[in-house]
Structure formats: C-alpha cells, structure tokens
C-alpha cells in the first residue's frame, strides 16, 4: 500500500527557512501525483503546492508563489518542499498527499487518495 511520512517541522522566526520531506513507500515517485497541504487552527485545509509525474510540472497557491519550491529525488523516493522566506500566516500543520495519476496537478485535497501524518510548522513574529 501507498504510505507517506512528513519530517521537516519545526518552529522557526519569520524570514527563516526549512525543508519539508515527504518519503514514500508502496510506490516510486515517478508512479504518483504529489501534493502538500497546510492547515491551521481552525482552518480548512487547502493546497499548497504540488507536482505531477509526467512531465514534472507544478503548481503553488498564490500564498506561496515565489517562496516555496516543490522537487523530488527519485533515488530516495522522497518529495521535499523548500520553504523560504516563512511568515507568521504560513503557520499550520503541512501534509504530503498522493494520488495515482500522472497527468494533473489539482489543489483540491478530494482528489488525493492517500495522506501522511502531517508535520508541524510554527513561524513566530
């Protein structure tokens, strides 16, 4: 079966940065489309970023454009989300998701069958 296990969080000062990791079991990267997700007390859920298999291409919510990078390492089978420049508003625990589909990128978290832990992330001011 498909698994997923975050690492990477921590509390962190506005400004700083910190590497997300994603390791997957059951399925190599390459057969998986991969999204992170980010909720906050009280929130919903919603995306952040993700990135598809085919060809590689991603996407990043509009929050996020310009600080996080989404990449994957096929020989550790691990997918990362770099995070630099954090804010305070960027506070919440972040959960890596997979679906088996190659060819789309959606930030919607219906279209994602399997789900890590989460992991938590606190950007203080």
């Known amino acids: 079966e498909v698994q997923l296990v975050e690492s990477g969080g921590a509390l962190v000062q506005a400004g700083g940065s910190l590497r997300l990791s994603c390791a997957l079991s059951?399925?190599?990267?390459?057969?998986?489309?991969i999204g992170w997700f980010r909720q906050a007390p009280g929130q919903e859920r919603e995306g952040v970023s993700c990135?598809?298999?085919?060809?590689?291409?991603?996407t990043y919510a509009n929050s996020v454009k310009g600080r996080f990078t989404i990449s994957s390492d096929n020989a550790k089978n691990t997918v990362y989300l770099q995070m630099n420049s954090l804010k305070p508003e960027d506070t919440a625990v972040y959960y890596c998701?997979?679906?088996?589909?190659?060819?789309?990128?959606?930030?919607?978290?219906?279209?994602?069958?399997?789900w890590g832990q989460g992991t938590q992330v606190t950007v203080s001011s």
């Open positions: 059951g399925f190599t990267v390459d057969d998986l489309t």
């Open positions: 998701a997979a679906d088996q589909s190659s060819g789309t990128c959606p930030l919607f978290r219906e279209w994602y069958d399997y």
């Open positions: 990135i598809t298999s085919s060809d590689g291409s991603t």
